[in-house]
Every structure is written in C-alpha cells, then in structure tokens.
C-alpha cells in the first residue's frame, strides 16, 4: 500500500555520519569524559532541544511534525490511554512526543502496517518505511521486551495492478503474485521481520463488504449508482475528520491519487470530498458479488476492515510512509470510527520520514528512481541498515553513495574492534596473567556503565538511533584507546572479561537493531550434523595450492615469487572464502568478514589495478610515439603534411597552405613554436644516438685490448 515516494527538495549533511566514520581511531583526541558522555565539538548536533532536522520543522521537543511549514489548525482531540509510559514516541495525532501507553498498561502491543501495492519491483522508498520500522519493531520486541503482535496487508487488488496487467497481457492475480514474491524476497534479503499476520485484500472480501454494510448502517456511508461512498460531511458532524492531514481536505489532486485512475470521479457523489468504499466494476475489471452489485474494494477501506479483524476496536500502533497521511490514513481513521461508532481507533500514529536520492526526490522522471535489488549490487544489507540506523525514522533521509560509504567506513571499522577483541581473547592465557583492575580498567567499565544507561534513554526518546551509533562508536574509541595505552605502557596486556563484556554489549545491540543475525529457529546445529568435509575442503584446497607454490619457489630460491604467492593468498584467495588478513609489525591477523564484500573489495583492487595498468601502457605507446616523431629531421617535420600546405621555405617552414594562400602571421607564429619545440626533441635524440654509439664504439675497443 506504500505509494510512489513523495518527498519535497531539501539540502542535506552527513556530520553525524562523517563523524562516526572518524570516531575508531585509536588515541584520537576528543572532550570525553567517562563518567558523563559528553562532545564539546558536536554538542549543537546531539543537544536534545537543537535537534531538529535540517530539512524539516520536526524538531524532536516541539509539538511540530516532520511535514513543511503548514497552516495552523486545531489538534483533533487525543485520548491517552490510561497509565504511564517511559517510551516517547511522535505521534502524528498530536504532532508532538507523547509517552507510549499500551491498553491495560501491559506487555502486549499492536500494530498494524501498511503494506504494498504490488504492481512494480520494490523501490528505496518501501525500503524507507519497512525497514525503518523493522528496526524499531526489533527495539520494542528484542529491548523493551514487549509482545508485539505485528500485522501487514498486500494490496493486490488496485487500479494501478489493473493497469498493469493490463499493459502486459495477463490476469492481475498472476502480476499480483509476481510482485508480492519479490517484495517478500526483498525483505528476507534485507533481514526484515516478517510479519506475525499478512492480510491480502483479495482474501478479504467477504470481510470488507460487510464492513462496508455496518457503515452504512451507523449513517456514514452510502450507495450511488452501484458503488459506495463515505460521507465526509454527515461523519464531521460527530467526529473529527483527517486528524493527520487537515490542511489537504478539499485537495483534489490528492483525492483523485487517493481514489484511483479507473474511479468515475465526482458524478456520483454528495460532497466532493466523499471517497469510495466500494467501486462498481466497469467491464474488463476483477468483480464480486455484493448487495449493491457486482464491483472490488476502494483503496483505503481494505486497512480498516483488515486491521480491525484480526486487532480489534483498538489499534495501540499504526505506521506507514509519511506520503499516506492524506488521504489514505485519514480515511482509514474516519472508516474504522464509522464503523466502530467510536472517537480513537489507532492511539499511536507513526509515520517515517521522507526519502531523497543526492538531494532529490525519487523519481524515474529524474533517472534516479533505484529499485531495492539495484541498492543491494552495490551495498550489503547490514550496510544499508546502518545507514538507516544513522538517520532518525521520522525525519528525511538522504540515499547517497557519500551516506552509504560513510556506513561502509563504520561496519569496517566495529568489524576491526570485534577482530582485534576475539584475537586477543583467542590468544590470551587468562590463567597465567593478572586480572586485577588498575584505575583503567575501573574507568572504562563506568564508561560502560553510563554508556548503557544513556543508550537506553535514546532508544526511550523515540528511537534514537543516531545517538545510539554514536554512544557505541564512542565506547569503541575509549576501548580502542585504552588497549593502546596498557600495550605501549607493557602493563600485561588488556584485561581479557572486560573486553569481552563490551564486545558483547555492542553484539547484544546490533542484534537488536537487525544488524548481526539472531539465532535460527530451534538449537545450533553442531556435531555430526555438520559437514565438516564440506566447510573445511575450500581452505584446504588454498592451503594446499599455496604450499605447493611455495615449495617451488623454495626449491628454486626465488624469495620474490615466496612473497607474491603470500600477497596474492591474502588478496585474492582468502576474501573469497570470507577471512581478511590484516599484516602488521607483530605478524597477521585472521578475522572473518562478509563474503559478498570482501569479494567487491578483491574486484575493485582488480579494477583499479587494471585501470593502472592501462594508463601506464597508454603512456608507454604515448612515448613511443613520441619517440619515433622524434627521429624526424626538423626540415622534414610539415613537409610530409601536403594535404595542408603548398609550399616551404629552406628550412623547411609552410610558406603557402593547400589552395597556394600565404601562411597568415598568426598561423604561422604557431607553426614556428611547433617547429621550435619539435627542433629541441629531434637534437635530443640525435644526442642519444651519439652517445649510444660511442659507448659502443669504447666497448668494441675494450674487447679489442683484452684479445691482444
């Protein structure tokens, strides 16, 4: 049900990114403190009442949501449930923060998303929204421990699947299918939950018609030349209509988007604003059967009759893309408090942010609409979700190849600090070492400490997860710092237990963000279920290849090929089969990495190395050419050119062109440079020649002396 990506132009930054991505280096400066988190040089960033997004007025202490400046309206009423809440969230229904209070006060949790139309390949744009909220479904199920019973619907029956299946030919169940298998595939590649409950409309149709019915039958709703309509004006007169978007009511671009390029327009309604509940089919067109004849769902009442089926009266949570406010989750509201003759079917009302490709909004007018499985040839999955993690949900995000690198430059360098923990852990005897704690290692465990305690206030702060990435980035460096300082002080080495219960916070963090895999379903495989045969036959193959190199080149005594085998084992062998090796003073380090990125690293290496190559044999046919032109006498130089001139002088100089006109005093002032500069090339080689066959006449006279 996500639309095409609507989004308004904007200038964006990427400080906090470039930040992170400088934040690993061992013995950096930096105004910290480690009792208290603190960043002098970035405070105007992280202050709580500054951070407001650069392209928008949705500053995360204001009353403002993350929609441009807008009209002032009053706020429809907002009922809070009963109880308190330590989680703040922004709720569109206010457009400001509010605790987050689920019924009864409890653990459980509801939630319903909107799903996808599919008709086309998912985009950037469903990616925006879906794992936007996979990542905070995460942090309220795997943090906050809530039960969270999450619901999404297909939208496989819209104008947009008729017109398409239309254009190619096909039944639009068949199209439907097609697309919904690659939207799921989509997901599953980037390690997106699925959900506890998928609702399809097509499924659904029985459901939706009496919906349909109870509306009409509390006054709200009704039948028009065998289609079904809500009446906006009789539901305003009791309740509160487009609580999200007020500002678009009467917008009739949005409405006809909302209603759908097959609708019959305003014909056969009432008021203008009125929307369909149910479409009478024209021919050609999917069909039911209903009380008002044959015809298929509008757009926006397969939410509400779906949602309410499965969760009831009461939503706690409701999400979708920012673009859906209007009309599409107005009239969802509006629908679903018709039906249920109620003021509050969704208390919490979340939307994600905008989406911008350099600057830009998405769109194939612009050639930079990119689709997911486009993303995923040049980025990996945890490398996009970092890149998510590093921008707010709700505020525009900035799809750039300057982002994702920046995101790259961070998984590589958390991916270092777990290699160099797990070495040290690896190699580390903790039964002959001390383990007593001097002032450092006190230090950096408090710094811990308040790290955990103010990771856990971002993520209560309406999911923070920019703050979040800093505050881990940070714990690194002070980590990174601190076994620096123990080796260059020769104190024993780090203590090995508390490195590892850092190492092990940042994993428990990034597992809950998506970022590192949790468990499959059910216990580790181990033993001999496992085929060690089959895990272990790659790395003996190139152990034995490089062997066998090796000892020739031993046997040889070649220590120049020795070396080459071990560049080309670490280069090219080992990325392919996911173990980077790191050389250093001390020796190598192993450490396991992505397989699909160590390899786009190896083929970038190849690339550029090719493209060095390339030029430098450019350049060597480029001297060689200038090398032959040089053998030519300065007299010859334009006569050879009697396509361009007619005549020269002694020396060789055009005196008359092709058509026998004088040489002009311009034309010929640049012939003369030419001849000049030519002049000094030719004497040039001429000098080496003579000194070539001198050095040879010394050397055949040597030879004579030695036979004498």
């Known amino acids: ?37 603190h960043y002098r040089s ?16 949705h500053t995360t202490t204001s009353a403002t949501s993350s929609t441009p400046s807008l009209p002032t309206v009053n706020t429809a009423p907002w009922h809070k449930p009963e109880g308190e809440g330590k989680i703040h969230v922004f709720n569109s229904l206010t457009r400001s923060k509010v605790p987050l209070i689920t019924r009864n006060n409890s653990n459980k949790l509801t939630w319903y998303i909107c799903g996808p139309t599919v008709y086309d390949a998912s985009h950037l744009g469903h990616a925006r929204t879906y794992l936007s909220f996979d990542i905070i479904r995460r942090i309220l199920k795997d943090y906050f421990r809530y039960n969270v019973s999450f619901v999404m619907n297909i939208t496989d029956i819209d104008d947009k699947i008729i017109n398409r299946a239309r254009e190619q030919n096909i039944p639009f169940t068949s199209l439907a299918r097609k697309w919904e298998v690659a939207f799921m ?28 019915a109870t509306i009409i039958d509390n006054g709200y709703a009704y039948e028009s030349n065998g289609s079904v309509y809500f009446n906006t ?3 305003s007169k009791k309740h509160n209509y487009a609580k999200l978007y007020p500002w678009a009511v009467g917008n009739s671009q949005l409405l006809a988007e909302g209603e759908g390029s097959l609708s019959v327009g305003v014909a056969d309604k009432k008021n203008p604003g009125d929307f369909a509940l149910w479409k009478k089919s024209k021919e050609g067109e999917p069909k039911w059967q209903s009380p008002w004849g044959d015809g298929r769902p509008g ?16 939503i706690d949570i409701h999400t979708g893309g920012e673009d859906l406010k209007f009309p599409h ?99 580390h005897d903790i039964m002959s070492s001390s383990e007593k704690w001097s002032d450092s290692e006190k230090l950096l465990y408090s710094f811990l400490a308040s790290t955990k305690e103010e990771v856990h206030q971002a993520l209560e702060d309406n999911f923070n997860t920019p703050q979040v990435m800093l505050l881990l ?14 080796k260059e002080a020769n104190e024993g080495g780090p203590k090995a237990y508390l490195l590892f219960s850092i190492s092990e916070y940042i994993t428990s963090m990034f597992k809950v963000f998506g970022v590192i895999d949790q468990n499959e379903i059910g216990f580790p495989v181990s033993g001999s279920a496992t085929n060690v045969e089959e895990v272990a036959a790659p790395f003996l193959d190139a152990i034995n290849q490089f062997r066998n190199v090796v000892r020739l080149a031993a046997r040889a005594k070649d220590a120049g090929e020795v070396l080459k085998e071990c560049d080309r084992i670490r280069d090219e062998i080992l990325p392919l089969l996911g173990v980077r090796l790191d050389d250093s003073a001390d020796g190598s380090i192993w450490k396991f990495g992505d397989k699909d990125e160590l390899a786009r690293e190896v083929a970038l290496k190849k690339k550029i190395e090719q493209e060095k190559q390339q030029q430098q044999a450019a350049n060597a046919a480029k001297e060689a050419e200038k090398y032959e032109r040089s053998k030519i006498p300065p007299s010859s130089l334009f006569r050879s050119s009697k396509d361009k001139y007619s005549e020269w002088d002694e020396n060789g100089m055009p005196t008359k062109d092709v058509d026998g006109k004088e040489i002009s005093k311009s034309a010929l002032k640049n012939l003369k440079k030419e ?22 006449s010394s050397s055949n006279n040597n030879n004579n002396n030695n036979n004498n």
């Not at 595939?185 to 349909?212: A, C, F, G, N, Q």
């Not at 039906?339 to 942010?353: A, C, D, E, L, T």
């Open 185 to 212: 595939e989509d997901m599953k590649t980037l390690k997106v939950m699925p959900p506890d409950v998928l609702t399809r409309v097509s499924e659904y149709i029985p459901e939706i018609i009496k919906y349909v």
């Open 329 to 427: 989750h107005d009239n969802e509201l509006a629908q679903s408090e018709a039906y249920f003759n109620h003021q509050q079917w969704v208390n919490y009302f979340i939307h994600s942010g905008h989406l911008h490709i350099d600057g830009r909004k998405m769109a194939k007018s612009l050639k930079n609409f990119i689709t997911i499985r486009e993303a995923l040839q040049s980025y990996s999955p945890r490398q996009i979700r970092l890149f998510f993690l590093l921008h707010k949900y709700d505020s525009v995000m900035d799809y750039s190849d300057e982002g994702l690198s920046h995101a790259r430059s961070l998984e590589k360098s958390f991916s270092e600090f777990f290699a160099v923990v797990k070495s040290y852990i690896r190699d």
């Open 299 to 314: 757009w926006h009442i397969e939410c509400s009759a779906m949602a309410s089926d499965i969760l009831g009266g009461t």
């Open 675 to 696: 001849y000049d500069a030519h002049s000094k090339l030719h004497q040039k080689y001429l000098s080496s020649v003579s000194s070539s066959s001198s050095s040879s």
């Open 42 to 57: 970035y405070s105007n960033l992280f202050k709580t009442k500054e951070m407001t997004d650069a392209n928008s007025n």
């Open 1 to 37: 049900m996500l639309s095409s990506v609507f989004v308004h132009h904007h200038h964006h930054h990427h400080s906090i990114l470039s930040l992170l991505s400088r934040n690993f280096r061992v013995g950096a400066t930096r105004n910290i403190s480690f009792s208290r988190f």
């Open 473 to 486: 980035s940070e714990l690194v460096k002070k980590t990174n710092s601190y076994i620096a300082s123990i």
């Open 233 to 235: 004006s009789d539901f």
